[in-house]
């Protein structure tokens, strides 16, 4: 079943309450932090892979912020519904989710995006998560 909200996500179990978890989550706002530092100069060769990483830094804070809120959530799409329905963020719900899309297309299907593309992805990756530390801030 391809859910379409987080109340689903939560009916079919791809979503479930666990106690909060902050130990779990400042570990991996920790990685998210090192896998950006670690990230290189983008190209046209590379720009892709580097996107792929701050993409991963996005779920790695997006898992975070779940795990803060006491839920252990397993899958990309389930995310993005976090966001959307559980936080209140249909801002940051679109962006995700033209990421993930983004993301999905390049790991599935073998669609490399174009140079602009590309950057522009990174560049939304950055705005998302420095959206997302102002939550875990809080």
Same mark, same amino acid.
């Given at each position: #079943?391809?859910?379409?909200?987080?109340? &689903?996500? +939560?009916?079919?179990? !791809?979503? $479930?309450?666990?106690?909060?978890? @902050?130990?779990?989550?400042?570990?991996?706002?920790?990685?998210?932090?090192?896998?950006?530092?670690?990230?290189?100069? +983008?190209?046209?060769?590379? %720009?892709?892979?580097?996107?792929?990483?701050?993409?991963?830094?996005?779920?790695?804070?997006?898992?975070?912020?779940?795990? =803060? !809120?006491?839920?252990?959530?397993?899958?990309?799409? %389930?995310?993005?519904?976090?966001?959307?329905?559980?936080?209140? $963020?249909?801002?940051?719900?679109? =962006?995700?989710?033209?990421? $993930?899309?983004?993301? !999905?297309?390049?790991?599935?299907?073998?669609?490399? #995006?174009?140079?602009?593309?590309?950057?522009?992805? @990174?560049?939304?990756?950055?705005?998302? +998560?420095?959206?997302?530390? &102002?939550?875990?801030?809080?």
């Amino acid at each position: #079943m391809k859910e379409s909200s987080w109340k &689903e996500c +939560i009916e079919s179990g !791809n979503s $479930r309450t666990i106690t909060p978890d @902050i130990l779990r989550a400042e570990s991996l706002i920790e990685v998210s932090a090192d896998r950006i530092k670690s990230a290189s100069a +983008i190209n046209g060769k590379n %720009c892709n892979f580097v996107f792929e990483d701050y993409y991963t830094s996005t779920l790695e804070l997006i898992q975070a912020l779940a795990l =803060i !809120n006491g839920f252990k959530v397993s899958n990309h799409l %389930c995310l993005g519904f976090f966001l959307r329905d559980f936080l209140k $963020r249909e801002d940051l719900f679109r =962006i995700f989710d033209d990421l $993930r899309y983004k993301r !999905n297309m390049l790991t599935y299907y073998g669609k490399r #995006m174009e140079f602009e593309v590309c950057r522009e992805a @990174i560049n939304k990756c950055k705005d998302l +998560i420095k959206k997302l530390k &102002e939550l875990l801030k809080r």
